[in-house]
């Protein structure tokens, strides 16, 4: 339910920096920036939000540090690419956000953000449309696949380690 949540609000900042940054080449500066201003305002939302319905421990704080690692890590690979910045930048900030069970790792959902950037990059290269589309949708959405996949391999590893056990029937 948070990713489902949280996902419609960072469509909506997604599609306003996507917007503002169009908006900008084509010199309406006033415009831009007001669909820039209001995306950015929308950021700390999404991973509150996030946060908040995963009901993850001291969601504040983290919402907070996804929100500085949403500046830091999608600020400087939005310079070489727009959407592939915003799905890095959303993608770790919601990997700080989103509660954590015991079986999913930090690991397994950057290796899932970085799946997703790497497939917004090379996809706006070949349908620039899809790539715009499909990067509002994807970060949160590839963590949720990613956890759980994880979550099924530790219950088989768990499964299969009950099989191995031997069995002590008393003589």
Do not use: K
Not at 18 to 24: K, L, N, S, T, V
Not at 78 to 94: K, N, T
Not at 111 to 120: F, G, K, Q, S, W
Not at 124 to 137: F, H, N, Y
């Amino acid at each position: 339910m948070a990713i489902g949540i949280s996902t419609v609000i960072l469509f909506f900042s997604y599609t306003m920096f996507i917007f503002g940054f169009a908006a900008a080449s084509e010199e309406d500066t006033a415009f831009a920036g007001g669909l820039i201003g209001i995306a950015t305002g929308l950021v700390p939302a999404v991973f509150g939000v996030l946060a908040a319905v995963s009901q993850r421990p001291r969601s504040i704080r983290s919402a907070l540090l996804a929100t500085l690692l949403w500046f830091a890590i999608g600020g400087p690979i939005a310079i070489l690419d727009i959407p592939s910045g915003l799905v890095a930048g959303f993608g770790a900030g919601g990997v700080v956000a989103l509660r954590r069970d015991p079986a999913n790792t930090a690991t397994s959902r950057a290796i899932a953000v970085a799946v997703c950037v790497v497939y917004v990059f090379v996809l706006g290269r070949i349908i620039p449309a899809a790539a715009l589309m499909v990067g509002a949708v994807l970060p949160f959405l590839a963590i949720g696949a990613a956890d759980s996949i994880t979550e099924r391999e530790a219950a088989a590893a768990e499964s299969e380690s009950e099989d191995e056990q031997p069995s002590h029937s008393p003589t």
